[in-house]
């Protein structure tokens, strides 16, 4: 069993930053890929990005990368998501997670454990 809770959101004006933590219980977190995805109102959950769990490995999806950057800290137990440049069109409720697999899926079904997500707003 994982449980996850993500910290960090918040209110930020376009161009600016945040970042997202989410912090896993367990001792097999290290063995779990990890994963973000973004829900914004009356949308669908959609793929962020994701890292494997040795960290070796991440994918992010075109509308982030370039600005996005996930990475994790197996000693600590928590995954990180680093978000620059904000637009708008990020605003969203950030979940994070963990997928025993450890490979990082796109896809939100192979996911095992969820956190309860953390709101990220940003104006123009």
């Known amino acids: 069993q994982v449980q996850l809770v993500e910290s960090g959101g918040g209110l930020v004006q376009a161009g600016g930053s945040l970042r997202l933590s989410c912090a896993a219980s367990g001792r097999t977190f290290s063995s779990y890929a990890m994963g973000w995805f973004g829900q914004a109102p009356g949308k669908e959950r959609e793929f962020v990005a994701a890292?494997?769990?040795?960290?070796?490995?991440?994918d992010y999806a075109d509308s982030v990368k370039g600005r996005f950057t996930i990475s994790r800290d197996n000693a600590k137990n928590t995954v990180y998501l680093q978000m620059n440049s904000l637009k708008p069109e990020d605003t969203a409720v950030y979940y994070c997670?963990?997928?025993?697999?450890?490979?990082?899926?796109?896809?939100?079904?192979?996911?095992?454990?969820w956190g309860q997500g953390t709101q990220v707003t940003v104006s123009s």
């Open positions: 997670a963990a997928d025993h697999r450890g490979l990082g899926s796109r896809l939100p079904r192979e996911y095992d454990y």
């Open positions: 890292i494997s769990w040795t960290g070796g490995r991440t």
